[in-house]
């Protein structure tokens, strides 16, 4: 499929459906659907319209050969996209991540398979372009326990290979920060900029799934509009060095999002993590803007990130699957 075609598949009551590739003036068909499979397949993954426009301008996408949406007349009933990062995971693995839905009135018909069919062969193709014979793997969400996304997934020799938990804490009142020795706990500016995505790759160089961020990406994650830097913790040492960090978002109003959090290694052991997510929970709670702040945290983390989120009252909201199915060498 190129940029300027469409095809139509037929459909049961002899209508056919029509799929072509996602565009800017398909952003709020787009956006409904999305916050549809966020309410009945209840990952709670919404988005705004604002933020997935944002998303068809990433670098290294292109929305005429790394989408397709599929429509019932004027309503968007499906749609799947690709993104491959340009630099490896902490293995040397290439990774193709595919992600999409079906609406819950249009399921059972093969849609999704369909929807594979189509896009797996282009997130093949570009992690050929750009991990050449490199070890890859192509990897999906798999929704919650028992979801129709795992079995589907299941069917076409993807594996559950993380759990994924969803926790929650309510911003109810201001909490005390530690202070750290010679450290200076701040909110990120674009000063911060590179001395973060430095801190962030060496803090997650062996972490499962993780790869170096390049300064193009980091700068689309550092200036999304989704960002809330005035509610993000940086710890800096007396060179000014980001040792840990607390980077957040807001995509659902009055619920922030924690996106990352990391300790340099070398830094590790003397709670700065604790200390910046503590600041951030005080200025999201003390702003008035939020009601809760949400992160997500690898199950199977070696860091001990959970107990960390537990210690400072974080509770379980759900646990979602990642899928992968490895390409062959």
Not at 49 to 59: A, G, P, V, W, Y
Not at 216 to 238: I, K, Y
Not at 247 to 274: F, H, I, P, S
Request: aromatic content about 8%.
């Amino acid at each position: 499929m190129t940029e300027t075609t469409t095809q139509t598949t037929d459909r049961p009551g002899g209508t056919a459906y029509r799929w072509a590739p996602l565009s800017e003036a398909d952003v709020p068909a787009w956006a409904e659907l999305v916050n549809h499979l966020a309410r009945v397949d209840g990952t709670e993954e919404f988005y705004r319209e604002e933020d997935l426009r944002e998303e068809l301008t990433f670098s290294g996408f292109d929305p005429g050969r790394d989408s397709v949406a599929v429509w019932d007349g004027d309503v968007m009933v499906a749609f799947t996209t690709v993104s491959v990062p340009r630099t490896p995971d902490h293995e040397g693995s290439g990774r193709g991540y595919l992600d999409g839905g079906v609406h819950a009135d249009h399921r059972r018909r093969g849609l999704g398979r369909a929807l594979l069919d189509r896009m797996e062969p282009r997130a093949v193709e570009l992690v050929g372009e750009r991990h050449g014979t490199a070890p890859a793997y192509l990897r999906a969400g798999g929704g919650l326990h028992g979801s129709s996304a795992s079995a589907m997934l299941a069917r076409r020799g993807y594996r559950v290979v993380r759990y994924y938990n969803e926790l929650v804490r309510p911003l109810d009142g201001p909490v005390e920060v530690p202070p750290v020795e010679g450290v200076t706990l701040v909110s990120p500016g674009a000063e911060h900029e590179e001395a973060v995505r430095l801190a962030h790759n060496d803090a997650f160089r062996d972490h499962w799934g993780s790869g170096e961020q390049s300064a193009e990406s980091w700068h689309e994650r550092w200036t999304g509009r989704a960002a809330r830097g005035d509610v993000s913790t940086v710890a800096l040492d007396v060179d000014g060095r980001a040792l840990a960090y607390v980077l957040c978002a807001e995509w659902v109003d009055r619920e922030l999002y924690v996106n990352l959090v990391g300790t340099v290694r070398d830094a590790r052991g003397r709670g700065l993590a604790r200390a910046a997510l503590l600041r951030t929970i005080d200025l999201a709670a003390r702003s008035g803007a939020y009601d809760t702040i949400e992160l997500g945290v690898d199950s199977e983390n070696p860091s001990g990130a959970t107990r960390l989120y537990e210690n400072v009252g974080f509770t379980l909201k759900h646990q979602v699957l990642a899928m992968q199915r490895d390409l062959p060498l």
